[in-house]
Nanobody
Framework: HVQLVESGGGSVQTGGSLRLSCAAS????????MGWFRQAPGKEREGVAA?????????LYASSVKGRFTISQDTAKNTVYLQMSDLEPEDTAMYYC????????????????????WGQGTQVTVS
């Protein structure tokens, strides 16, 4: 069955960096949209970044993280990463990895409801 396992969260000070990892298994890795979402207490889940797996696809970012976060992948490991730099307290949230069985589409990559598979989440706290 499909599994997405996140790791790499933690607590950092403002301006610090973290790298999140999402290891995927149980399905054909390539040509799927894999995204990172986050949800802070009392707020809706929001898209952070996404990329089409297997290489060649565009990387997509929320405006709030563009220039600070970078999504990348290691196709040999079926793993997607989210490198987060210059972190701010507003980045504090539970971060989730998600996948859907189609490539990312720029017009709606950040809609949580279209992703069918989710990881358990990893907490990021910036103080």
């Amino acid at each position: 069955h499909v599994q997405l396992v996140e790791s790499g969260g933690g607590s950092v000070q403002t301006g610090g960096s973290l790298r999140l990892s999402c290891a995927a298994s149980g399905y054909t890795y390539s040509n799927n949209c894999m995204g990172w979402f986050r949800q802070a207490p009392g707020k809706e889940r929001e898209g952070v970044a996404a990329t089409t797996t297997g290489g060649g696809g565009a990387t997509l970012y929320a405006s709030s993280v563009k220039g600070r976060f970078t999504i990348s992948q290691d196709t040999a490991k079926n793993t997607v990463y989210l490198q987060m730099s210059d972190l701010e307290p507003e980045d504090t949230a539970m971060y989730y990895c998600a996948a859907r069985g189609a490539i990312c589409v720029g017009a709606y990559w950040d809609i949580a409801g279209i992703f069918g598979y989710w990881g358990q989440g990893t907490q990021v706290t910036v103080s």
